[in-house]
């Protein structure tokens, strides 16, 4: 699609004359070829003098520090990275423009990535290192008397995530720009994130997340880009020039104003954007309310459009919290398809036939699938188009990925709310199951007339609510299935799960529809900027650093696998990423930990399926062997340190009283003088991506245990891959395909199979469980670690005697899995067959950048082709 040139781009930034600069490309001689040693080198404070190339970065960085605290000198860190934020974003914001007039001139086809989440993280170093200008910032900030790690660490992680679905997002806009592929992602600027998470008396506290106290130097508002969204109100039929049409009149109506994130790419000149709509009100403020005296009406419209983008995935336990949560998928859905549609008329007037070949929108999950109904009614609605032409042009142009299969995430919304809140998109929803309901009648006819009306009853997009007869639901994945011209799972098993149970009827009628496009995550982030140790010895070894961008180089690394010089400058930076953790565990909990003890990891949203129970099971079994065994007995144990870390959901309890178990539990480990040596329990509040970046690099074995079939994929396995940390997981996910790569006697590999699982639930109660198993149960509901009447529903929800418990069956994988823990601590013993899987693992990494996954979107979803700008 042709864009003409956003207005606004520099408004607000000095930038002065455009900036000359050039990124190396991976493989060059030299200064490129090493650049992840080079800046590891530039970080150790020397009293050095800068370059040349340093000089007028450091003048702009002072300069910008002058004016924008109106003082000189005594800056602390966090002035620093303001001042530094704002120097690199004038570089950033210079390469967007050339990007975006490329775009411009070519009018290539376009993929818009709709998202509700978007975990981001911290942007400096990402941006310095893409950017190709991290050396002479290392520099000038070296000369200032800063370091770039410090600075960096002064910046707030964007609170636009949650956990692996936002991240993903992350990485496939990071892919696209270094692609060179023409693409936008769209979501929501959150005001305060999720929550921020805290721990008082070892409890989950949730506190709002206010990341943008201090402004956001990496964001662009674009106040002439700005769109109403409505809610609520009538609908009516009425003539308009001379044409029927249907009108819909909200009772609600909010601004999406604008913001821009350029996203740039690595060794490109190639920077994408992501947009991000805040909701503000349509009347800044009623002065007649406020003179009149009512305060609290004059405010009223303000307050109700910030709740829209104050919060992601409000608790909707209730009807209101139901509502909002509709209100912000549509909000960001409803501003993105607009903007999308306005570019396209600006330059390709109303032949919207055309659209499908200008652009496509992949729908990340449910929570973006009112894009079916809603680019039907701004087609049929508000450009006049008949309803085939408009459906042939949505079905064309949309795309949907599944993300999970688990029943919670496949979003059902109440008939009764969404005819509420968004009452035309109700009777649209209407009319297209009216429409494929009876192309399914005609389709099935050699059915039996029962059997059919059966299965167009299972496929309906508005069904029963099988819990409440008295309440009709709209299927929202039902919605894009219909809706889309491809369905996608996310790794080899969940895509087969996809197409054999979930969306089973759907792909027995529309098999070409439905693909796997196995997840991936950004090398550059995840293992070239989080851990350039580590990438420094790899471009090392391989002689240059085109793996950056080219992972599958990395299988170059078995070559080296078992070679004991190599080991040892593995070993080497694995110790050094180790004490860097351990530092943090003892900011956070005041403790030393053994250093060298196996550092043993499960970070990841807290949910039952992901079994962070499980996981904390087997440390007290550890912890009641430990305490049964002589001094002498103690010194022979392989000693871990057990790092836990994730959020749970404000409104899910169970996942709640997993962390104060994990807190309890680590209370008691921690303090007992024969154990302490041996092994450890921390909970680390408030996981976000900074605290990934250092933990992940440190971790030597890393916990992937959810039950067979229901983890979608899993995105932090591939990161603890890529950095050499071994695998102890369920046959689930992408583990399955990790293993393949890595090489499955490399694994720790336990329990059951997804296709035993449907015939274990059912035969669930009549298991017998394992006696250590028992005793655990006891130990927890007896007292052991405090709290036993909170506990008490934990110890209940894996108990065999009451059907429909332990649905994630721990119980059943209990044994597999201290059987494979016994694997781990044989295998740890022998440090260079340790090491030698641990390269093995970054070695076959390679399949699990998301660049290869971007790829085979645009060649078999999108159809969309790199557009590069000249350098």
Partial sequence: MAYRQLQGTNRGVSTGAPVAYSRPMPGRVGRSALRVQAVAEAERPTAAKSSASAEPVTHDITSKLKYLFGRNGDYTNADAYQGTAWSVREKLIDSFNKTHEHWKKEDPKFIYYLSAEFLMGRSLTNTVYNLGIEGEYGAALRDLGYQMEKVADAERDAALGNGGLGRLAACFLDSMATLDLPGWGYGIRYKYGMFKQGLKNGYQVEMPDIWLTKGNPWEVKRDDIKFEVGFGGRVERKKVNGKEMTVWTPSEKVVAQAYDNPIPGYATPTTSNLRLWDAVPIHEFDLGAFNAGDYDRAMLERERAEG???VLYPNDSTPEGKELRLKQQYFFVCASLQDVMSRFRAVHGSNWEALPEKACFQLNDTHPTIAVAELMRLLVDVEGLEWDAAWTITTKCLNYTNHTVMPEALEKWPVKVM?????????IIEVINE????????????????????????????HANPWNADEM???????????SSAVNGVAAIHSNIVKDEILNDFYQIFPSKFQNKTNGVTPRRWLAWCNPELAALITEALGSSEWINDTEKLAGLRAFASDPAFQAKWSAVKKAKKAKLAELIKKIHGDDVNQNALFDIQIKRIHEYKRQYLNVLSIIWRYKQLKKMTPEQRKAAVPRVCVIGGKAASAYDMAKRIIRLVTAVGDVINKDPETKDYLRLYFL?????????????????????????????????????????????????ANIEIAEETGVENVFVFGVRAEEINQLRKDRKNFKTDPRWDELMKDIEGGMFGDKDYFKPLVDSVNNMKVGNDWFLLANDFAGYLAAQEEVDATYKDQSEWLRRSIMYTAGSGKFSSDRTIREYAEDIWHVKPARPSA
């Fill in 435 to 462: 429409g494929w309901t009876k192309w399914l009648g005609v389709h099935l006819k050699d059915l039996k007339s029962e059997e059919r009306a059966q299965k167009i009853a299972a496929m309906s997009i508005i």
């Fill in 473 to 483: 639901l709209v299927n929202m994945a039902y919605l894009a299935v219909v809706g």
């Fill in 419 to 427: 005819a509420k809140m968004l009452p035309r998109h109700m009777e």
């Fill in 685 to 733: 509040p408030d996981y976000n991506v900074s605290l990934a970046e250092t933990i992940i690099p440190a971790a030597e074995l890393s916990q992937h245990i959810s039950t067979a079939g229901t983890e979608a994929s899993g995105t932090s396995n591939m990161k603890f891959q890529m950095n050499g940390c071994l695998i102890i997981g369920t046959w689930d996910g």
């Fill in 308 to 310: 829209i983008s104050a």
